[in-house]
């Protein structure tokens, strides 16, 4: 398992998915891409990763290994890059895309930067999951393609999966509830058994 390890905090995922008895690896080059079964795109700063995944030439590597199927789990700025239309991007920022959905950044304003409370994800299963919120991004608008899995009370769709293609507004990496790796490295065991 691959973790893009460009900026962000991506040790945290590299934890999760080695507890779970995962070899997981940094990915900053796209050679590395080539030895990988799944991917994790971390939280971080969208703006900021998109520059340095074009400046290290990975960017285009990347969309190549999301069209080709391969697993790829993006929390907060990740599901960023994960998405096909971002509403607010800084001036010239680009995503990877693959994600049937746009996402509107730095959603949840600044008085409520950063807040947790708790999401049903019927796929995760029960009981609901503990969501912490950093500066989060929220996704405005669900495509055909894609299926809102995580829902708030208040109707704002915070994690999304199509395929191989997961997102979440928050950070399960935070928490000690590995659910989303462990549903994610299920998705990465199936491919790589293809
Ligand atoms: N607000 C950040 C962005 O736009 C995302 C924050 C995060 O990943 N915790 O990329």
């Known amino acids: 398992m691959g973790v893009l390890a460009l900026q962000g905090d991506f040790r945290e995922h590299l934890a999760v998915l080695t507890a779970l008895g995962a070899e997981a690896v940094p990915v900053r080059r796209a050679t590395e891409l080539d030895d990988i079964d799944g991917l994790v795109i971390p939280g971080g700063e969208s ?9 290290f030439d990975v960017a285009d590597p990347l969309r190549e290994a999301i069209a080709s199927g391969m697993p790829v789990y993006g929390t907060c700025a ?19 895309g693959g994600l049937d959905v746009s996402v509107r950044r730095n959603a949840f304003g600044s008085q409520t930067d950063s ?6 994800v ?3 299963g029960e009981p609901p999951v ?3 919120f950093i500066r989060a991004p929220v996704v405005d608008e669900v495509g055909p393609a894609a299926t809102a899995i995580g829902v708030l009370d208040d109707g704002r769709v915070v994690a999304v999966e199509q395929g191989n293609l997961m997102g979440t507004s928050f950070h399960p990496e935070v928490t000690n509830d590995y659910r989303f790796h462990a549903y994610f490295l299920d998705k990465a065991r199936a491919w790589a058994s293809r």
């Open 47 to 55: 703006s900021v990763m998109d520059k340095l995944s074009r400046m």
């Open 78 to 96: 990740g599901l960023i890059m994960l998405a096909d239309r971002i509403v607010d991007g800084i001036s010239g920022q680009q995503s990877l």
């Open 115 to 120: 807040f947790e409370t708790d999401v049903d």
């Open 122 to 124: 019927p796929v995760i």
């Open 130 to 132: 503990h969501a912490v």
